[in-house]
């Protein structure tokens, strides 16, 4: 007997990389099934570094807001020598300027990140259905049809894996989950609260007892999050005594009230493949990263804002090979940040407190997509930007009252920019598909229009480099879709093609 489609899109887990994915699609009007084998949501602070990028990301969804309010700046490292404690600045911090608008990281437990994005979630009418897990599926030219542990058949268009390192969708997908895991080396984590230890200060001990042992005040309560390293085949007792007595031999110090315990093993792997034609990774699930850095939950996320659009855009009668550029795309992306969070953490093992320092390239701000699939080379570039790269923030004057680029690109919609006479004379002509997502015309200057810029102190065209009259595309993941100073038509179109046929 047929089963009958009855979603667009099941996604296989809820952590955060499943629960972007599920908002950004929902909200473009796709019907989505999230559901996790787990019996709620994710109750420890594990992952707890939101990046830059991620941030504006968050505001695009709308829950940046409520995640400042919930988290706060990463606090000095205390290094505990001896009897000394030597403060350390290890997160770099920036200032805020005109096109980065959030510069720094934002420190906040993973608890408190998966409940921003499940509200958004519950609020959009999507529950996420727990204690379901993934059995088996199979696929075929027009759908999946997947088994879940309920008993249920759930026929659906596409299947997204966000099921975690041990992603049972990745290996029923048979795709290969290449690179290294080094049993030996685990690391006890566990949230906390530590009697007589200042908030100020992320505390390490890195030499005591032949351990690393640290500890992390988590923002909005009195909770840190305890980091031990253990000796290789070194026994553990996850007993919350055991663990309050272990803490005490290493630092003197009292934890008690412990709300979440684990043992973590660094893992270095990256999916074969991204996709096996209906079937899609995300998250952990394509990539596992060492903690240093805090890059696996970022990665994981911008993995979910690259493919939700894409996703929407086909499901709305684009042509299905614009899916083949998220593989293209983030891979390369993902094994970048492989390297650089294995670096860091072989220099953590090290005992090299240097190892500790944080700087620009963990923001996730600079990577691009040049290059790729959908930024080629040979298109055109302004000074400050080549296709593929961030479409970075500006200060302007928009026709709703907006007074930053970034709010009047937020939305589903892709965002044109015309500067100069030439090229807004050259926007008026163009044609967009009424179907997928819209297309916005702006015309950067002092013009009577509703769907004008207002270019303030002259700032937008700068950070855009722009020095003749040029046509800039932003997609809908905020990053540069097009960049066109000649032949308006036939580029544009060509443009078109990519994104919407």
């Not at 906040?108 to 599926?137: C, M, R, W």
């Not at 909770?223 to 309050?244: C, G, T, W, Y």
């Not at 990774?281 to 990263?289: C, K, M, Q, S």
């Amino acid at each position: 007997m047929e089963i009958k489609l009855n979603t667009d899109v099941l996604i296989v887990g809820a952590g955060p990389a499943g629960s972007v994915l599920a908002l950004d699609l929902v909200r473009r009007g796709v019907r989505v099934r999230i559901i996790d084998k787990a019996s709620g949501s994710f109750p420890g602070s594990r992952a707890k570094g939101i990046q830059p990028r991620t941030q504006e990301v968050f505001e695009d969804l709308g829950i940046l807001e409520e995640a400042l309010q919930k988290g706060c700046d990463y606090p000095k490292m205390g290094i505990h020598i001896g009897p000394l404690t030597i403060p350390y600045r290890m997160q770099q911090t920036n200032k805020v300027t005109a096109d980065v608008p959030y510069p720094n990281v934002l420190l906040l437990p993973q608890f408190e990140t998966d409940k921003l994005l499940q509200n958004s979630l519950h609020h959009l009418g999507v529950n996420i259905e727990y204690e379901t897990a993934f059995v088996s599926l199979e696929q075929d030219d027009n759908g999946v049809l997947t088994t879940l542990s309920t008993g249920e058949k759930v026929r659906s268009q596409y299947v997204v894996g966000a099921d975690g390192g041990a992603s049972m969708v990745r290996k029923a997908a048979g795709i290969q989950f290449i690179g290294k895991t080094n049993e030996a080396d685990r690391m006890l984590i566990v949230d906390g609260t530590i009697h007589g230890l200042k908030r100020k200060y992320w505390h390490v001990w890195p030499r005591v007892q032949g351990k690393q042992v640290a500890a992390c005040p988590l923002p909005g309560g009195d909770k840190f999050q305890v980091m031990i390293r253990l000796a290789p085949h070194e026994e553990v007792n996850l007993d919350n005594s055991s663990l309050i007595e272990l803490f005490l031999k290493l630092t003197g110090l009292y934890l008690q009230d412990i709300t979440w315990k684990t043992v973590f093993r660094p893992n270095v792997r990256l999916a074969e493949r991204y996709r096996c034609d209906r079937i899609f990774l995300i998250g952990d699930a394509a990539h596992v990263h060492t903690p240093a850095g805090a890059q696996g939950l970022n990665t994981g996320i911008q993995d979910a804002y690259n493919l939700g659009w894409k996703l929407g855009q086909v499901l709305s009668g684009a042509d299905a090979s614009l899916l083949d550029t998220y593989e293209k795309e983030r891979k390369p992306i993902a094994a970048h940040v492989l390297k650089l969070s294995d670096a860091l953490y072989s220099e953590i093992e090290q005992k090299n407190l240097l190892s500790f320092k944080r700087g620009d390239e963990e923001s996730q701000l600079g990577f691009s997509y040049f290059n790729g699939p959908l930024a080629s080379t040979s298109n055109a570039q302004t000074k400050t930007l080549k296709v593929g790269d961030r479409a970075p923030d500006a200060p302007c004057s928009g026709p709703n009252g907006e007074k930053r680029l970034f709010k009047i690109m937020k939305g589903l919609h892709f965002t044109l920019l015309a500067f100069g006479e030439e090229a807004i004379n050259a926007i008026k002509m163009f044609d967009w598909p009424e179907n997928g997502a819209t297309l916005y015309k702006y015309m950067i200057g002092k013009y009577n229009d509703e769907q004008h810029i207002t270019n303030t102190n002259e700032q937008l065209k700068k950070i855009y480099g722009i020095t003749q009259s040029t046509i800039v595309l932003i997609r809908p993941d905020g990053y540069i879709g097009g960049i066109i100073i000649n032949n308006w038509d036939v580029n544009f179109k060509n443009i078109v093609k990519k994104f919407t046929k």
